[in-house]
């Protein structure tokens, strides 16, 4: 997920000196109580996205967004209480003297834009980088520095370029300050999507009049900053849906669970032996014929997880009143839960599914990788998983109708002597079989408490 990374996206650019302190200047008199409340405007224009919603819980600006979004404020944004710009403010100042070497950037810095420069080639003989607008192919050649050792030819800067004072061809420039650099392929998908915005802007309006890219990307710069958030919020969650998560063991973590209840045990044992992609368990041993309890049978799908050619990606166990399904993803889980209703139909009784895993607070740095990344689910951490799913159902459970007893509520049937022992006993099983005790070693629920709340106490 490189977009959200600043290691790897954002790079800084010296200025000149003249040109830094202009902009300092700049930021200066944005501060001014006067031009607060319109600065505050113009940064919520420009970093929309991660002010909507809880979108800032999730990510916050690259130093480098913010430092553009300053840059429109200083270049780009007329206030919206009549105000003049904070570059008409500046250069019509007489209260302060303004050194020649900083006002001859005021007109450059005036007419510059945000925009998306691809990294061409460089001129030794000139010491320039060459870089060319994706927007509009217009040259732009930078003076050389130290910077270039964080570029490839091919990408693509989303920058403010700044005309160097006095060339009227507007192909010596500077970058200002900050830099955001992207693979050819994003910086396109960048592009594509501000003209779509672009395009919509024009039909809502009627009108066909926003100009050709300079004047377009001057008027709408925050577009391009918008949509370079909304690139990095969807790459976030591509990395967040590909984390692999693995037991302690090593092998694929089952997060994603589903609990039937069910009253035909032999049935539903001999249907799952033929059931497509699934095999029994080899450490689990068929029932013998002249076996009459109704031990758990275990059913297994295998499959390539990570760096693993064959592993468990899915198991069902049936219990003698409960079917369960674990699995390694929510996609997996859905389609498990297709086959068993396309088989059983009624037999099974859904009472819930989970398939979000235990929760984790990750830096960008780490999901800022090619490969997915790698969870370990301690035991701990499944356990947690395991009773907050429980913790619902079970105490549902009492007030549900149970196919093992005869589709009555337990908290009803255990009113009756016969029927108490009945539920004594489906509890106890559904004890015997707890999923922590069979994953971790440990009941994941007090099954005292599932007692109690039935009325057995």
């Known amino acids: 997920m490189k977009l959200a990374s600043e290691a790897t996206a954002g790079l800084w650019v010296p200025l000149a000196p003249s040109l830094d302190t202009l902009i300092a200047r700049l930021d200066i008199l944005s501060s001014e109580p006067r031009m607060v409340a319109q600065r505050q405007v113009a940064m919520r224009l420009a970093l929309q996205p991660y002010l909507e919603g809880g979108a800032g819980a999730l990510l916050s600006p690259l130093p480098q967004e913010t430092e553009l979004a300053n840059l429109l404020l200083y270049a780009d944004f007329y206030p919206q209480d009549g105000q003049l710009t904070l570059i008409e403010q500046l250069r019509d100042v007489i209260t302060e003297h303004i050194p020649q070497e900083e006002r001859e950037w005021l007109d450059p810095l005036k007419h510059s834009y945000l925009d998306l420069a691809e990294f061409l080639s460089v001129d030794e003989q000139a010491q320039r980088l060459v870089f060319r607008s994706i927007g509009n192919a217009r040259i732009y050649r930078v003076t050389d520095g130290a910077f270039r050792k964080e570029l490839q030819p091919g990408q693509v800067l989303l920058t403010r370029l700044i005309r160097e004072p006095g060339d009227v061809e507007w192909e010596r420039a500077v970058i200002a300050g900050a830099a955001i650099a992207l693979s ?48 990095r919020f969807a790459a976030l969650i591509d990395a967040v ?29 001999d249907m799952l032996a033929g059931l497509e992609g699934f095999e029994r368990e080899a450490a689990v041993s068929p029932p013998s014929e002249a076996s009459t309890s109704k031990e758990a049978q275990h059913f297994v799908q295998s499959g390539a997880s990570g760096v693993l050619q064959s592993a468990v990606v899915a198991r069902l166990i049936l219990t003698a009143t409960q079917l369960w399904v674990e699995c390694d993803s929510r996609e997996r889980l859905d389609t498990v839960k297709h086959k068993l209703a396309a088989m059983f139909g009624f037999s099974l009784h859904f009472r819930g599914e989970t398939y979000t895993p235990p929760p984790r607070q990750l830096r960008e740095s780490e999901l800022a990788v090619e490969e997915p990344l790698t969870l370990r689910i301690s035991a701990k951490e499944d356990l947690a998983l395991l009773n907050g799913f429980l913790e619902t159902l079970y105490l549902e459970w009492a007030e549900r109708a149970c196919p093992s007893l005869g589709d009555q509520m337990p908290r009803h049937v255990a009113t009756s002597a016969a029927g108490r022992e009945q539920v004594v006993a489906v509890i106890a099983d559904m004890e015997r079989h707890d999923p922590g005790s069979r994953r971790v070693g440990q009941a994941s629920f007090d099954y005292n408490r599932l007692r109690a709340h039935v009325g057995l106490d």
């Open 184 to 231: 050819n392929e994003d910086a396109k998908s960048l592009l594509n999507a501000t003209l779509d915005y672009r395009r919509q802007v024009e039909i809502s309006v009627g009108s066909f009049e926003l100009g050709e890219w300079p004047e377009f990307a001057k008027r709408y710069g925050h577009v391009l900053l918008w949509t370079f958030a909304r690139m």
């Open 241 to 269: 849906k590909s984390i692999h998560y693995v037991a302690e063991g090593g092998q694929p973590y089952l997060y994603a669970l589903a609990l039937y209840d069910h009253c035909e045990y032999g049935y539903m044992n």
